[in-house]
């Protein structure tokens, strides 16, 4: 009876010890995460950063300003525009209508929206290609970058002239080409198949179910306390920074929410949680779908296998703004990066998010 016994107690020993080297080797990878944020200082950063583990925040810190010209310091509540984070937004909302049997991901999108003016959408784009990057609609943010801030668009109508009448740029699902196009069509389907306008919609079944109060459509004209100004360097190009205002739209199912990094970890924690979408269509959602241009992409949210662990998320880039929600599943650790000051590549938000990660992939950080 004693030999059984003495095996379980050194089994037992030896999980202790491995789980006490496990924990240790945690531990010394998020302190060193925490010093290199600590170190960090404008201009090398300017924004605000976030990490979290089981839904417990771990660091929060804000560097740099929200208005260089009134000399105004970025807070860790300070309102950032997400850019491109929207997408996942739109995403949720669109999956919420398939949820509830409204939306079929299937079927051609003419089947819901019978007046779209491009019979080849109509025809054959489906819900799942428009999610996935795959319809073959174009970018038109890229195409109309420098006269977007300029024009008066509120409504989701307002950007048809765009992309609408344009042909597509290859066979729908035979490739991977983003397109804010297709998200745009994505809010057309939200707001025919729900009955309400594309805002308010997820005013009221996203942000709302997830705590979300300090998301917002903010109108160009708009002045809003603690909301950051955007500046650009024209992605490092210009040694001087400019205003960003000329390049910004109202948010849209594309892009441009203004939000702050709590409100973003509580948009994470709902949706990983099942409380926006059902568990099947969240772990689908953060399935790697398709090949993107680096890495692979579910719906609304980009699947990175390229690491020592899965990390799922999404980026956002614009002339003023660089961001990224990023959450690493082995660890459950999850990164939100906002700034408001873009750079050159593997400068500014690029360089942290890429040093966070090198650290929890075990690899030393790329000074």
Same mark, same amino acid.
């Given at each position: 009876?004693?030999?059984?016994?003495?095996?379980?107690?050194?089994?037992?020993?030896?999980?202790?010890?491995?789980?006490? &080297?496990? %924990?240790?080797?945690?531990?010394?990878?998020?302190?060193?995460?925490?010093?290199?944020?600590?170190?960090?200082?404008?201009?090398?950063?300017?924004?605000?950063? !976030?990490?979290? &583990?089981?839904?417990?925040?771990?660091?929060?810190?804000?560097?740099?300003?929200?208005?260089?010209?009134?000399?105004?310091?970025? &807070?860790?509540? %300070?309102?950032?525009?997400?850019?491109?984070?929207?997408?996942?937004?739109?995403?949720?909302?669109?999956?919420?209508?398939?949820?509830?049997?409204?939306?079929?991901?299937?079927?051609?999108?003419?089947?819901?929206?019978?007046?779209?003016?491009?019979?080849?959408?109509?025809?054959?784009?489906?819900?799942?290609?428009?999610?996935?990057?795959?319809?073959?609609?174009?970018?038109?943010?890229?195409?109309?970058?420098?006269?977007? #801030?300029?024009?008066?668009?509120?409504?989701?109508?307002?950007?048809?002239?765009?992309?609408? %009448?344009?042909?597509?740029?290859?066979?729908?699902?035979?490739?991977?080409?983003?397109?804010?196009?297709?998200?745009?069509?994505?809010?057309?389907?939200?707001?025919?198949?729900?009955?309400?306008?594309?805002? &308010?919609?997820?005013?009221?079944?996203?942000?709302?179910?997830?705590?979300?109060?300090?998301? !917002?459509?903010?109108?160009?004209?708009?002045?809003?306390?603690?909301?950051?100004?955007?500046?650009?360097?024209?992605? #490092?190009?210009?040694?001087?920074?400019?205003?960003?205002?000329?390049?910004?739209?109202?948010?849209?199912?594309?892009?441009?929410?203004?939000?702050?990094?709590?409100?973003?970890?509580?948009?994470?924690?709902?949706?990983?949680?099942?409380?926006?979408?059902?568990?099947?269509?969240?772990?689908?959602?953060?399935?790697?779908?398709?090949?993107?241009?680096?890495?692979?992409?579910?719906?609304?949210?980009?699947?990175?296998?390229?690491?020592?662990?899965?990390?799922?998320?999404?980026?956002?880039?614009?002339?003023?703004?660089?961001?990224? !929600?990023?959450?690493?599943?082995?660890?459950?650790?999850?990164?939100?990066?906002?700034?408001?000051?873009?750079?050159?590549?593997?400068?500014?938000?690029?360089?942290?998010?890429?040093?966070?990660?090198?650290?929890?992939?075990?690899?030393?950080?790329?000074?």
């Amino acid at each position: 009876m004693k030999k059984p016994i003495m095996r379980k107690s050194y089994y037992a020993l030896f999980l202790f010890i491995l789980i006490g &080297q496990l %924990t240790f080797s945690q531990k010394e990878k998020k302190q060193t995460i925490f010093t290199y944020l600590n170190e960090l200082a404008y201009p090398e950063f300017s924004g605000s950063i !976030l990490l979290a &583990q089981k839904d417990s925040i771990l660091f929060e810190k804000a560097y740099g300003y929200a208005s260089l010209e009134y000399d105004v310091k970025n &807070q860790v509540n %300070t309102l950032f525009n997400t850019a491109s984070i929207t997408k996942t937004m739109t995403a949720v909302a669109a999956l919420q209508l398939v949820d509830k049997g409204l939306l079929d991901l299937e079927v051609p999108v003419g089947n819901y929206l019978p007046n779209y003016p491009n019979r080849t959408v109509r025809d054959s784009v489906t819900a799942y290609q428009l999610l996935t990057h795959t319809s073959g609609l174009n970018n038109f943010l890229v195409d109309e970058s420098q006269n977007i #801030g300029k024009l008066d668009l509120v409504d989701i109508k307002d950007y048809l002239p765009f992309f609408a %009448t344009k042909p597509l740029l290859f066979s729908p699902g035979s490739k991977y080409a983003y397109s804010a196009s297709g998200y745009m069509v994505l809010g057309l389907l939200i707001e025919k198949l729900s009955g309400l306008g594309y805002h &308010q919609y997820l005013d009221k079944h996203v942000f709302e179910k997830a705590g979300m109060e300090n998301t !917002l459509a903010i109108p160009l004209d708009s002045i809003v306390k603690n909301k950051a100004s955007g500046y650009t360097s024209y992605f #490092g190009e210009s040694d001087k920074l400019s205003k960003n205002d000329t390049f910004l739209e109202m948010a849209n199912p594309a892009g441009f929410y203004y939000s702050n990094a709590k409100d973003l970890l509580k948009f994470f924690d709902a949706l990983k949680n099942y409380r926006l979408i059902s568990e099947p269509l969240t772990k689908t959602m953060m399935s790697p779908l398709v090949k993107g241009y680096y890495t692979n992409y579910g719906f609304g949210l980009s699947v990175d296998k390229r690491w020592n662990q899965t990390i799922v998320g999404h980026t956002g880039g614009w002339y003023g703004i660089q961001c990224e !929600l990023m959450h690493f599943e082995d660890d459950e650790i999850t990164v939100i990066i906002l700034s408001n000051v873009d750079t050159a590549e593997g400068e500014g938000m690029n360089k942290v998010s890429n040093s966070i990660k090198n650290v929890l992939a075990n690899k030393p950080i790329n000074n």
